[in-house]
């Protein structure tokens, strides 16, 4: 697990770097697409749940952190949770559905369509749940003063 998230934070980094980040941001968005693959990992491996329901709860992580970040470096959210999110991303399961389907294996294309859009739909809805949250939830500072 420990070189998935080596991993997650190099390539996070790469896509901010082709995302035009502020350099001195970079490493927090190699932090927000780690925690969240490392969120992946562990979901998928401690219990018997589908990949759709490890991308759910990589995405609420990504979400999180990256609204945390947004407060405490005062930037916007987006510049943390695009890049973030990018390791979840299904790539290899839109090759394989139009890889199935060119190979004419209509049903395996079918599968693997269903559960790329599932995967999509739900990090879109993880990202929206944290996102729809009040901000003082995730304003540290102003929770210690009161």
């Known amino acids: 697990m420990v070189i998935h998230f080596l991993l997650a934070f190099v ?3 790469g896509f901010s770097l082709i995302f035009n980040v502020p350099k ?9 697409g780690a925690c969240g693959w490392l969120a992946y990992q562990i979901v998928l491996t401690v219990s018997s749940s589908s990949v759709v329901t490890a991308v759910f709860a990589a ?4 979400a999180y952190i990256s609204r945390v ?3 405490w470096r005062k930037m916007p ?7 973030g999110v990018i390791p ?6 839109i090759y394989y559905t139009m890889y199935y389907i060119i190979m004419g294996d209509n049903n395996i294309a079918l599968l693997r369509g269903i559960e790329t859009l599932m995967i999509s739909g739900v990090i879109a ?3 929206l749940i944290i996102l729809s949250l009040p901000r003082r939830l995730f304003d540290f500072k102003q929770m210690m003063i009161k």
């Open 24 to 32: 001195k941001e970079l490493v927090f968005c190699g932090i927000a």
């Open 59 to 62: 995405a609420l992580v990504i």
């Open 88 to 93: 979840l991303v299904p790539g290899a399961g």
């Open 125 to 127: 809805i993880g990202l």
């Open 77 to 83: 959210v987006t510049l943390y949770m695009i890049p």
């Open 69 to 71: 970040f947004c407060i």
């Open 11 to 13: 390539a996070t980094i």
